[in-house]
């Protein structure tokens, strides 16, 4: 409907892809999305009240967290008191087949984008989105110690990201389909939906934990896609 998608007029922060990469970079990409075609999870994912999110479904894979003494979250997170980190490798766990190859996917792809973030230890958000009524409503991801990086796949079209900074002031619209779109959760951020249609899939690396940090990055306040 006219929207006009931003890129903040920022200096280049990475190297440009040589071919070769750009190509490896979209066969990762096709990969992913194979494999989460023909996902089929039996519970729609949606908070209780429905007042911020609703979507076809949503898993997470890597290092999350969770309260102390719960079931393979016994390591102590480096600087949040009470919570707990599973630091169990992908590899190592008892997780369909398809799983691990998800994750190894994903792991390349990240590693391809920022080596530095791959390094330490990170999360996995897959989640789709097939209906109109679908949304992701204006929230923050308070939990998060560094940046995110976010890509959308799928044949869909009407859906994009809109980032906003610490005054609730747009910083721009985004849309990267079959692109990867470097951002921070912990500043207000949702999913603008104009008469989508299609089946849309989205994967978010993001940081709960890193053994390598003991503190939280600074916000990163210049989202773009790479």
């Known amino acids: 409907m006219g929207v006009v998608f931003s890129q903040l007029q920022t200096p280049l922060l990475y190297a440009p892809l040589t071919k070769s990469e750009n190509e490896l970079r979209k066969t990762l990409m096709w990969e992913i999305e194979t494999i989460l075609e023909k996902v089929k999870l ?14 076809e479904w949503s898993f997470l894979l890597g290092h999350t967290c969770n309260a102390l003494g719960a079931t393979s979250f016994e390591a102590p997170h480096n600087f949040k008191k009470g919570r707990g980190v599973n630091l169990t490798p992908v590899e190592d766990r008892n997780l369909p087949k398809w799983k691990k190859q998800l994750w190894a996917l994903s792991k390349e792809l990240i590693t ?8 330490g ?3 996995v958000n897959y989640a789709c989105m097939t209906q109109p009524e679908h949304f992701v409503k204006k929230h923050v991801d308070s939990h998060d110690i560094s ?8 044949d869909y079209s ?13 910083l721009g619209d985004f849309d990267y389909q079959y692109e990867v779109c470097k951002m921070d959760g912990r500043l207000p ?5 104009d008469d989508f249609e299609g089946t849309r899939f989205c994967v978010v690396w993001f940081k709960l934990y890193d053994q390598r940090k003991m503190a939280p990055d600074p916000i990163f306040n210049t989202p773009y896609i790479m």
């Open 121 to 123: 230890e990170y999360v």
């Open 42 to 55: 039996k519970k729609q994912y949606r908070d209780q009240k429905r007042k911020k999110f609703d979507l």
């Open 112 to 119: 391809m984008v920022d080596e530095d973030f791959a390094a």
């Open 158 to 170: 009407g859906a994009y990201l809109r980032c906003y900074d610490e005054e609730d002031n747009v």
């Open 147 to 154: 940046h995110q990086y976010a890509m959308a796949l799928g």
């Open 189 to 193: 951020h949702e999913l603008i939906s």
